[in-house]
């Protein structure tokens, strides 16, 4: 996956599909537990909005883009040294970008859950109390690491 694509993406150069085919394959998983997504940095920052957000929401519910890709499009935003949002003014963003990153721990990437994203991103419905956890005896459930990739 590359940072520029994403980037392309909400500044309207690059479409859902051209987003799609980038992010696909870009996640290998080396063990049940382990995934590992291949991302090139970009150069500069760039600052992500609710409404960007939103329209990620908007391709995933239209079909143009799967709702997985959702789970390595907020794990490239999670792990960006590039990427930045304002929480503080944000935590509605945040909250979603990180609950994409881990479906797993979080909400599970249905669209039905996409669309409660982008309600809770449009504030048409208030961001809820996280679910409850489930004790797996303190197992880990899941890793995600980052391998750099150059151009």
Same mark, same amino acid.
């Given at each position: 996956m590359r940072e520029t694509v994403? +980037?392309?993406?909400?500044?309207?150069?690059?479409?859902?599909?051209?987003?799609? +085919?980038?992010?696909?394959?870009?996640?290998?998983?080396?063990?049940?537990l382990v995934s590992?997504?291949?991302?090139?940095d970009m150069?500069?920052?760039?600052?992500?909005?609710g409404n960007m957000a939103i329209c990620?929401?908007?391709k995933v519910l239209s079909?143009?883009?799967?709702?997985?890709a959702?789970?390595?499009?907020?794990?490239?935003l999670m792990a960006s040294d590039r990427f930045s949002w304002d929480?503080?003014?944000?935590?509605?963003l945040a909250n979603v970008i990180a609950d994409w990153s881990c479906p797993e721990v979080n909400y599970p990437l249905t669209l039905e859950n996409v669309e409660r994203c982008r309600k809770w991103l449009r504030r048409t419905?208030?961001?809820?109390?996280?679910?409850?956890?489930?004790n797996n005896g303190g197992k880990i459930i899941s890793v995600t690491e980052k391998k750099p990739t150059r151009r």
């Open positions: 994403l +980037r392309e993406f909400f500044e309207g150069k690059a479409t859902a599909m051209e987003l799609a +085919r980038d992010v696909a394959g870009s996640t290998t998983q080396p063990s049940e590992v997504v291949s991302i090139e150069d500069y920052e760039f600052t992500v909005t990620l929401c908007d079909g143009e883009l799967p709702p997985a959702l789970k390595t499009i907020g794990f490239a929480a503080d003014n944000d935590e509605v419905e208030p961001y809820p109390a996280k679910p409850a956890l489930t």
